[in-house]
């Protein structure tokens, strides 16, 4: 029949054009982020820095002191 005929055909090999990858914005910046009880860096995340003009401060899981700690921003 002719609905089968369409249902084949839709299926198969229909390529689709990806869209280009939007560029970073620069308002987003990598940050690390420190332990307070050990000092080690343990974690890096991003941060908008328009919204967030501070440093930030997180409560993280220390892998060093198995515990979850308080991580600052470094610069």
Same mark, same amino acid.
């Given at each position: 029949?002719?609905? +089968?005929? @369409? $249902?084949?055909?839709?299926?198969?090999?229909?390529? #689709?054009?990806?869209?280009?990858? @939007?560029?970073?914005? +620069?308002?987003? !910046?990598?940050?690390?982020? =420190? %332990?307070? @009880?050990?000092?080690?860096?343990? *974690? !890096?995340?991003?941060?908008?820095?328009?919204? +967030? #003009?501070?440093? !930030?401060?997180?409560?993280? *899981? %220390? &892998?060093? $002191? &198995?515990? /979850?700690?308080? /991580?600052? =921003?470094?610069?």
């Amino acid at each position: 029949t002719e609905h +089968d005929k @369409v $249902d084949a055909f839709a299926g198969g090999g229909a390529k #689709r054009h990806k869209e280009p990858s @939007v560029a970073k914005n +620069d308002r987003r !910046i990598k940050v690390t982020l =420190e %332990c307070e @009880v050990c000092k080690q860096r343990n *974690y !890096i995340t991003m941060k908008n820095r328009n919204n +967030d #003009r501070e440093r !930030i401060e997180m409560k993280k *899981y %220390c &892998r060093f $002191d &198995r515990v /979850h700690t308080v /991580h600052k =921003e470094t610069r």
